[in-house]
């Protein structure tokens, strides 16, 4: 859709110019008489001009005995130059027919030399003659007049230009700075947004009120106030805004959050005031406000009444309870922060609706990437399928990156088309990063780094509520020095605590298998982004999911709790801080326990799965099966 920038009504704006040109044409004019007048007077004063008749002239010339030293005559204009005088006065002629010599002025000491000429010259002035080519002296008095006059006027228009321009931007300041997607434009809709088919049934309604409202008015029903999008980032939420518009036909008002905000105080409630008469003018339309949280935090949370950011919140809610009910005008907005929100804001009669934009699943994800591969050269052995199923979790803002990287690896590579090896790649670019091919590791690093994967792989196989080993790599990519993949089956919404205590074990078994491999003390960096999160999933499943075993069924969420937000300190005591710190310890030291018996019972298959690593640096999931089918899960291991 094209775009434009709203900056008030169209002949508003062409009589405000045609009155700043009027004025500006009118002060220049007045400008320019006043330089020439100031100039003219400049040049009278300067030059000390005398009008005699020319008979007076060669009479005195003439005259031996006469006070005339030189005579310099330049076309009709004579320079006199007295004796005892070094400055030359300038002579205008008032009678300007014929020449000099026929009226009788002479050069009585032309021709002479020596003696002779200093004699005459003592007595009579000196004669010099000048031509005045092609009027070239008046043609630089004119010059010398006029541009002082065209620099001051060029001058003075650029301080008009400056000060107008200052004035228009002071007027604007109070605009909203939205932009108007029309109706007249190429239009996006619900079929240009693959896969979020509740969120798309849930705005059919909205659609089909602002093409039909008569249908609802008949039964009392009232259009919605707002809808708010609420979803993680790059799930489409303001796609799917503006897909609402094209279904709907009507103009759509796109601002973000962030807009609003000025270090002026007032300026954000002006701009929202501009918005909503706007889209008032222009009904039925939609507003759209991207990143709403960016304005609409919580006001007890913030404190400070009278900051600007409350004063825009605050006109917010004041034009969405001013609506009249057949004003035809409603508000979107989008956010990955719900809770973040004002409770004022998210109440019915504001935000009537709230739609949650989700993650894609697997057949959504299909569909998305068949999207962004479209008009690309494929080849044959390309499967989406398994790209889809490889990327649980992506939003449609990675899964359109990966089809981009997947076109720059052909085009780097030289490919006519994308291949399967380009998706891989791309695939593995955007999840954990590039390959390192500028760090070399020693020997030595290469067989720490094949028993560390090696670990994960194995503890991963062999334990039955983890996901299938998908691919094993020590080729160095992002931060990290090698990968293990693991892959589910099939996407699910929950997660049991069987699930989560396996994944807990695999990810210690990497510093396990080091420590069984290498000794105790021996031990490397190498696991430390794993104890990290071995660590943050251990307490979100005590804190968050009340997974503990002498916490089961309580959690301690930060934040809001019921009516009452806590702003300072933990939610809960130090005595029941000391019991978390205990539950998680516990958990960390269950799943090295349960990660230690499994390598121990299986390290025979350990011992062939890091020799193949190292013998190859990458093993597919078919590559991985044979290895490690052999592994067992010892009875010790077990959760149930």
Known sequence: MAEKSLNGPKGQNNNKNASNIVRSILFTFVLVCFAAFVIANLNQNGVKQTEVPISEVIARANDPDGNIAKITVTGQSLEITLKGEEKPTEISRKDGSGTLYDQGLVNHCENMEGEELKTCESKYPTIEYKEDVNGWGIVLDIALTVLPIIAIVIFFSWMIRQATAASNQSMAFGKAKAKL??????????????????????????????????????????????????????????????????????PFFSISGSEFAEMFVGVGASRVRDLFSKAKKNA??????????????????????????????????????????????????????????????LRPGRFDRHVNVTLPERKDRLEILKVHFKGKPVEADV??????????????????????????????????AVSNADVTEAFER?????????????????????????????????????????KVTIIPRGATGGVTWFLPPEDRSYKSIYELKDILARAMGGRVAEKLIFGADAVTTGASSDLKNVATLAKSMIVEEGMGKGLRNMVFPEGEVG?????????????????IDAEIKALSEEAAKRAEEVLKANKAVLDKLAEELLAHETLEEAELEPILKPAKLPTVAKLH
């Open 181 to 250: 997607y029309g109706p007249d434009k190429k239009k996006v809709t619900f079929k240009d947004v693959a896969g979020n088919e509740a969120a798309k049934q849930d705005l059919t309604e909205i659609v089909d009120f602002l093409k039909n409202p008569k249908k609802y008015e008949k039964l009392g029903a009232k259009i919605p106030r707002g809808v708010l999008l609420a979803g993680d980032p790059g799930t489409g939420k303001t796609l799917m805004a503006r897909a609402v518009a094209g279904e709907a036909d009507v």
């Open 284 to 345: 039925p339309s939609i507003i759209f406000i991207d990143e709403i949280d960016a304005v609409a935090h919580k006001r007890d949370a913030r404190g400070g009444a009278g900051r600007e950011d409350e004063q825009t919140l605050n006109q917010i809610l004041v034009e969405m309870d001013g609506f009249d009910n057949d004003s035809g005008v409603i508000v979107m907005a989008a956010t990955n922060r719900v809770d973040m929100l004002d409770k004022a804001l």
């Open 383 to 416: 499967d989406l399928e398994a790209l889809a199923k490889k990327t649980a979790g992506s939003s449609g803002a990675d899964l359109a990156n990966i089809a981009n990287e997947a076109a720059i690896t052909a085009a780097r590579e030289g490919h006519k």
């Open 430 to 470: 955007v999840a954990i990063g590039p390959e390192r091919k500028s760090k070399v590791m020693n020997e030595k690093e290469r067989k720490i780094t094949a028993y560390h994967e090696a670990g994960h792989a194995v503890v991963g196989h062999v334990l039955p509520d983890s996901d299938p080993v998908h």
């Open 563 to 579: 009516y009452y937000t806590i702003t300072t300190g933990k939610p809960y005591s130090e005595k029941t801080s000391e019991l």
